[in-house]
């Protein structure tokens, strides 16, 4: 499997346990704190595969830009955030060095 393809699922697994943090309630319901844990153990996992591969700095920045960019997106629709131009702004950033970072 490529590295990069495990690298996004190491991102979306990520963006599953920053959601996770959430609906734990700081770790006070037992099913989600468990779906969180088991997650945020299979997103470290992935990325450490990932980064056989990869170099470190390029990965990890990867990695958490899609899990902070699936997090924001996500959290508009779960949680009812605000949508707004600056935080629009801010996910085109996160985005456009994430590309960045792929073609350096």
């Known amino acids: 499997m490529s590295p990069w393809l495990i690298?996004?699922?190491a991102g979306g697994l990520e963006m599953g346990w920053a959601l996770g943090l959430k609906y734990s309630e700081g770790?006070?319901?037992p099913w989600p704190t468990v779906?969180?844990?088991v997650m945020a153990l299979g997103s470290f996992y992935l990325l450490s595969l990932a980064m056989k591969a990869l170099p470190v700095g390029t990965a990890y920045a990867v990695w958490?830009?899609?899990g902070a960019i699936g997090t924001a997106i996500?959290?508009?629709f779960l949680f009812g955030e605000a949508v707004n131009a600056v935080?629009?702004?801010g996910i085109l950033l996160i985005l456009a060095g994430i590309v960045a970072l792929?073609?350096?």
């Open 7 to 9: 690298l996004v699922l």
């Open 102 to 104: 792929k073609f350096a």
């Open 74 to 76: 996500a959290a508009v």
């Open 27 to 29: 770790f006070t319901k």
């Open 64 to 66: 958490v830009g899609i």
């Open 35 to 37: 779906a969180t844990v």
């Open 87 to 89: 935080r629009v702004f």
